[in-house]
């Protein structure tokens, strides 16, 4: 099969990106496709805590279309920051029902979490069509791709096709209020040191080994910024976490997933 990549977590950090991107092979110098037939799938957070979000996805949806010319692919996750920036574009600083202490909305929860205003001023409608399109879930040649380190998912449904089904249209949701909940279910963490809940995602979803993003390696997993070099294994080597903290001071991390299997 051809080599399939995983990064998660950009944040904005579109130089990073294409840094990390050539020094794979996978772009070139003009930061055009170089990767042949390789696949690379990105899990989600591409804004937010960096200063070019809006660059990021405009490189990921312009590589998308020629990695498939090449016989290549580049498929994306959504990520919490997107339902976050979405919420921020869609409601503004109205008054969040059930989070009325909020009093400035979805928008200053957004600020709080990293938001930068460029990114939000620059999203167009095509932008928001795009990031409405994306899946919360894959599995790819035996790998459950998920952006949070959770069980949440499977509070949409209990096959990959339906929670994929059920997000999609919660994207087009217009109540602030259910809102709330549809990101607090997008944004669980640190669940999958329990072999029951690995088995439940593995069971439901499909694939032998978790790749996600979210959870840095740095806060999460007890890594320096030094030592950031390479994705943390843990679970009895069914969970690979990929999120190297590039806001953080850590760096984006290409994880080969040929060379992980569980």
Request: glycine share 14%; hydrophobic share 40%.
């Amino acid at each position: 099969m051809p080599a399939l990549f995983a990064v998660s977590d950009i944040h904005g950090h579109r130089a990073e990106f294409h840094d990390v991107l050539r020094d794979t092979g996978l772009i070139d110098a003009a930061g055009d496709w170089s990767g042949a037939d390789a696949r690379l799938w990105l899990l989600g957070d591409y804004f937010d805590r960096g200063p070019d979000g809006i660059g990021v996805i405009d490189d990921i949806r312009r590589l998308t279309g020629q990695a498939a010319a090449a016989g290549g692919e580049v498929g994306a996750l959504l990520g919490n920051h997107e339902v976050q920036l979405l919420a921020a574009k869609r409601f503004g600083a109205a008054t969040i029902p059930g989070w009325e202490s909020r009093t400035d909305g979805y928008y200053g929860a957004w600020l709080a979490y990293g938001g930068q205003d460029r990114d939000l001023e620059g999203l167009t409608a095509d932008h928001v069509a795009w990031l409405g399109s994306l899946p919360a879930l894959a599995v790819v040649d035996d790998h459950l791709l998920m952006h949070c380190d959770s069980t949440r998912y499977l509070d949409f449904g209990d096959d990959l096709d339906a929670v994929n089904a059920v997000v999609a249209e919660e994207m087009t949701g217009t109540d602030p209020g259910e809102w709330l909940y549809f990101v607090s279910r997008l944004s669980g963490r640190g669940e999958l040191s329990s072999p029951a809940a690995v088995d439940a995602l593995l069971g439901a979803f499909g694939g032998s080994v978790i790749v996600h993003g979210h959870s840095t390696l740095i806060s999460q997993f007890g890594y320096t910024r030094e030592t950031v070099r390479e994705p943390h294994r843990y679970s009895d080597d069914r969970v690979l976490a990929i999120d190297g903290g590039v806001f953080e001071g850590g760096r984006l991390l290409v994880a080969e997933l040929g060379t992980v299997r569980g």
